[in-house]
Nanobody, 122 residues
Framework: QVQLVESGGGLVQAGGSLRLSCAPS????????MGWSRQAPGKEREFVAA????????YYADSVKGRFTISRDNAKNPVYLQMNSLKPEDTAVYYC???????????????WGQGTQVTVSS
């Protein structure tokens, strides 16, 4: 079921930046880890970043480490993905999810959003 709403996607040139937002729809997610995944045309969905329920721990895929930053507001429960130094290969639909982490890995998804398109031109 769609319980999260993503926004902030769009079209940018290589080297540019975007900030994605994820907001709850109809409920709160204060007890959940939050994460972002993406799916490019013709490819499987891949994990991008996650943040623990407390906001104390973050995890990133190697492909985005050093360029993307995940953060959250525990009071109002939005989660953000700041994307810098964007590359054409970052082009994908980005999805927000609420779930659990285990160690440094995403363990399970309980809720998800509809996705937002990010297109990076060269």
């Amino acid at each position: 079921q769609v319980q999260l709403v993503e926004s902030g996607g769009g079209l940018v040139q290589a080297g540019g930046s975007l900030r994605l937002s994820c907001a709850p729809s109809g409920r709160t997610f204060s007890a959940y880890a939050m994460g972002w995944s993406r799916q490019a045309p013709g490819k499987e969905r891949e994990f991008v970043a996650a943040i623990s329920w407390s906001g104390s721990s973050t995890y990133y895929a190697d492909s985005v480490k050093g360029r993307f930053t995940i953060s959250r507001d525990n009071a109002k429960n939005p989660v953000y993905l700041q994307m810098n130094s964007l590359k054409p290969e970052d082009t994908a639909v980005y999805y927000c999810a609420a779930g659990r982490t285990y160690g440094s890995s995403w363990a399970r998804t309980d809720y998800w959003g509809q996705g937002t398109q990010v297109t990076v031109s060269s």
